[in-house]
């Protein structure tokens, strides 16, 4: 299957600084990208859908300054969660449809866990 | 409202038999996709199963059979000849058209517990 990359694996920062995850696909062009947050024993929930030379489509109750989206190229896409706080600590997981497949399946990353102190 | 439901937050299951997972869905879109994953307590994502909704047989993969029927809105995961390594969190999935795309939810999971 196409494999999607993501990093850091595991992050902890001091509340009110930025951080950066990547998501990269590493053997197909992803012209969207999704942006999931789990949070324990919880399911995962779509933030928003990343769209490459575009702003990304954020879903309902999701804040758009907050966690920026940047898609600058059909094999990367980024999520910065500004000023976090501890609130913001959560399991945040990038996927990507392969275009080359007919189901559709998303390829998820191997996600990020976020800890803010 | 929610979209996939998943009754069953959490499942035992004796290794070596099978189990089925439920999840109901709800959407007015005439074609949609229905998805399994797996996510081990290591967090990844592992896409199991695949069923599109003009799909005429169940899908199966491996040990893995979906169980859909349309008319309920069901679409129900199958494992047959359980394995340890089946324990995990398993997540029923559509996709289906948003105001930005496609796009695809996920229902609550279920903890799937297989005992030796």
């Known amino acids: 299957g196409a494999v999607v990359s993501q990093h850091p694996s595991r992050v902890i920062c001091k509340s009110g600084t930025s951080v950066k995850i990547e998501c990269r696909s590493l053997?197909?062009?992803?012209?969207?990208m999704f942006w999931y947050r789990q949070f324990p024993k919880q399911s995962l929930m779509l933030m928003a859908t990343s769209n490459e030379g575009s702003k990304a489509t954020y879903e309902q109750g999701v804040e758009k300054d907050k966690f920026l989206i940047n898609h600058a190229s059909l094999t990367l896409s980024t999520l910065t969660v500004t000023s976090a706080h501890p609130e913001d600590s959560s399991f945040y997981i990038c996927s990507a449809r392969d275009p080359r497949g007919n189901t559709g399946e998303l390829f998820f990353g191997e996600g990020s866990r976020l800890t803010v102190l | 409202a929610q979209k996939i439901t998943q009754t069953q937050p959490g499942m035992f299951v004796q290794e070596k038999e099978a189990v089925t997972l439920d999840c109901t869905y709800d959407?007015?879109?005439?074609?949609?996709?229905l998805f399994w994953y797996k996510q081990p307590s290591s967090g990844e994502m592992i896409f199991l199963i695949y069923q599109g909704s003009y799909d005429q047989q169940n899908a199966t993969e491996g040990r893995y059979s979906l169980n859909f029927q349309k008319a309920r809105k069901s679409a129900n995961l199958v494992i047959s000849a359980s394995q340890l390594g089946d324990s995990a969190m398993y997540f029923c999935?559509?996709?289906?058209?948003?105001?930005?795309?496609?796009?695809?939810?996920f229902g609550a999971g279920t903890r799937l517990f297989v005992k030796a």
């Open positions: 053997d197909f062009q992803a012209t969207t």
């Open positions: 959407t007015s879109d005439p074609s949609y996709g």
């Open positions: 999935a559509m996709r289906e058209t948003g105001t930005g795309g496609f796009k695809t939810i």
